[in-house]
């Protein structure tokens, strides 16, 4: 009888570190042939087009599948299940499936499409890996004071502070079986106290946490849990599922994104220091995508949660690519798209 396939599911709020992550697990990967599925949010596989510039040997760009313009929490039957089929029909089956969820997903509903027939008795779920922005957390990017919220909620008992931004962080902790404090490098030993402890307070579990930088992290803590999730999957429900248990389904209109294309930059420096005024301005939430400056070979790739920039560059321009800059935008409902894109358009 043949084995089944571990799967590896990696979540985490926008912003936190995934595809980084899974960029250094995939290079030093010892060999698995590694099968990789990528939830994107909005038209833009961005996440996917960095990955299948890292060269790794064991994971080429037949074994890169991205599902984009939909949630994979929303659309299992329609997207990730089809998927999953094809990808266990193949000649060639791989040694493990990693799965990167987008920053606005569920993971829970994703779990439990591992009890479906057809894939339970071929793939399990190795485990739930959630990364943490640790700087953002550690800077009160979710709560600001949670005594002072529950000793007004005790006065006013109508009074409501959990945002969805709060309630999805906290399911994505609550799926778990690893946590990984991302970013620790940011910030100091009493930052990184305050974050174990915002952490374990958001969660009735105890998953392990770890601690990392830069998305480092050895393939043999990420992979090899040997957890069997989907038989676990009653235990770690959603605010979702907890509050529409007749099976109303959910959306993410609490969230807007939106593509913005640009030609050649010229000055990357001075244009990263004015987006960086763009996104305080209008609260956006991620920002992320690619540049193409002028006179250079390679493409600069470009990451943003708040005012925090990362950027580098990732490959060069492919012979006959099309050059082109092209940045995500990701931000909350009532976003004023138009002047978000106008504002980004005018600093070309």
């Known amino acids: 009888m043949q084995q089944k396939i571990p799967a590896t599911?990696?979540?985490?709020?926008?912003?936190?570190?995934?595809?980084?992550?899974?960029?250094?697990?995939?290079?030093?990967?010892?060999?698995?042939?590694?099968?990789?599925?990528?939830?994107?949010?909005?038209?833009?596989?961005?996440?996917?087009?960095?990955?299948?510039?890292?060269?790794?040997?064991?994971?080429?760009?037949?074994?890169?599948?991205?599902?984009?313009?939909?949630?994979?929490?929303?659309?299992?039957?329609?997207?990730?299940?089809?998927?999953?089929?094809?990808?266990?029909?193949?000649?060639?089956?791989?040694?493990?499936?990693?799965?990167?969820?987008?920053g606005l997903a569920l993971p829970q509903p994703l779990v439990a499409a591992f009890n479906w027939p057809d894939i339970r008795s071929e793939v399990t779920v190795d485990g739930v890996i959630t990364v943490v922005d640790s700087a953002a957390v550690a800077a009160g990017r979710f709560a600001d004071d949670h005594d002072a919220v529950d000793a007004r909620r005790v006065e006013d008992a109508s009074l409501d502070h959990e945002s969805p931004i709060e309630e999805l962080f906290e399911d994505q902790l609550t799926c778990a079986d690893l946590i990984v404090l991302n970013k620790t490098d940011l910030i100091d030993a009493d930052g990184l106290g305050r974050v174990k402890s915002e952490v374990a307070s958001r969660i009735a579990r105890k998953p392990v946490m770890i601690e990392a930088k830069n998305g480092e992290v050895p393939a043999s803590v990420l992979l090899g849990l040997g957890i069997g999730t989907e038989d676990d999957i009653g235990n770690r429900k959603s605010h979702h599922e907890l509050e529409h248990e007749d099976g109303e389904p959910h959306d993410h209109d609490e969230f807007d994104s939106f593509v913005v294309e640009l030609g050649a930059i010229a000055d990357t420096a001075a244009f990263v220091e004015k987006l960086k005024g763009i996104i305080a301005e209008h609260d956006v939430l991620r920002l992320k995508g690619f540049i193409d400056v002028s006179g250079k070979p390679m493409r600069l790739q470009l990451q943003a949660v708040g005012a925090r920039i990362d950027q580098y560059f990732d490959r060069a321009w492919a012979p006959g690519e099309a050059r082109s800059t092209r940045l995500v935008v990701i931000g909350l409902h009532e976003m004023d798209q138009d002047a978000v894109r106008k504002a980004i358009e005018a600093l070309v």
């Open 9 to 102: 599911v990696i979540t985490g709020f926008l912003g936190a570190g995934k595809t980084t992550m899974i960029r250094n697990l995939l290079t030093n990967a010892g060999g698995k042939k590694i099968a990789l599925i990528i939830n994107e949010f909005g038209d833009l596989g961005v996440d996917g087009d960095v990955l299948k510039g890292c060269g790794a040997e064991n994971c080429t760009e037949d074994d890169i599948i991205e599902l984009t313009n939909g949630c994979i929490c929303c659309t299992v039957a329609d997207d990730f299940i089809p998927t999953m089929t094809k990808l266990l029909e193949r000649d060639q089956r791989p040694d493990h499936i990693v799965i990167e969820t987008s």
